[in-house]
């Protein structure tokens, strides 16, 4: 029996030129990075899908009150998204200096080892 191999995202070709593809919680790990970084009404037929970490971000000053936003923001859209695929346990926002860090701690289900994702954007992206 061979294990289910989903494509890599964003889309990439692998070494033999072929689509490159990541086992399946890596794949989950993908789509969580996904979700994180794509912003409200960047999709045409979804507009509410995506947290939008880097766009909503871009012109506001680093608060804590923003890493609070945030938080809630990535929160409700993991949980909108892939409600169906992982538990979403914690997103922990943190401010320092001029960039942004987001750790989403998740549990893939039916009923998975817990998992950490972080993405950290700098001030230039934000």
């Given at each position: 029996?061979?294990?289910?191999?989903?494509?890599?995202?964003?889309?990439?070709?692998?070494?033999?030129?072929?689509?490159?593809?990541?086992?399946?919680?890596?794949?989950?790990?993908?789509?969580?990075?996904?979700?994180?970084?794509?912003?409200?009404?960047?999709?045409?037929?979804?507009?509410?899908?995506?947290?939008?970490?880097?766009?909503?971000?871009?012109?506001?000053?680093?608060?804590?009150?923003?890493?609070?936003?945030?938080?809630?923001?990535?929160?409700?859209?993991?949980t909108s998204a892939l409600g169906?695929?992982?538990?979403?346990?914690?997103?922990?926002?943190?401010?320092a200096d001029s960039t942004l860090?987001?750790e989403v701690v998740y549990r893939?289900?039916?009923?998975?080892?817990?998992?950490?994702?972080?993405?950290?954007?700098?001030?230039?992206?934000?």
């Amino acid at each position: 029996m061979t294990t289910m191999r989903f494509p890599v995202q964003p889309w990439q070709l692998g070494g033999s030129r072929r689509l490159a593809t990541r086992m399946p919680l890596e794949h989950l790990d993908d789509l969580v990075r996904l979700v994180l970084l794509t912003g409200p009404n960047e999709r045409l037929h979804r507009p509410g899908f995506g947290a939008g970490l880097g766009a909503s971000t871009l012109f506001q000053p680093l608060s804590t009150d923003l890493a609070g936003t945030v938080r809630a923001r990535a929160r409700g859209s993991l949980t909108s998204a892939l409600g169906d695929r992982l538990d979403v346990l914690d997103v922990i926002v943190s401010v320092a200096d001029s960039t942004l860090s987001a750790e989403v701690v998740y549990r893939p289900k039916p009923a998975g080892e817990t998992r950490r994702v972080t993405l950290t954007l700098p001030a230039a992206a934000l």
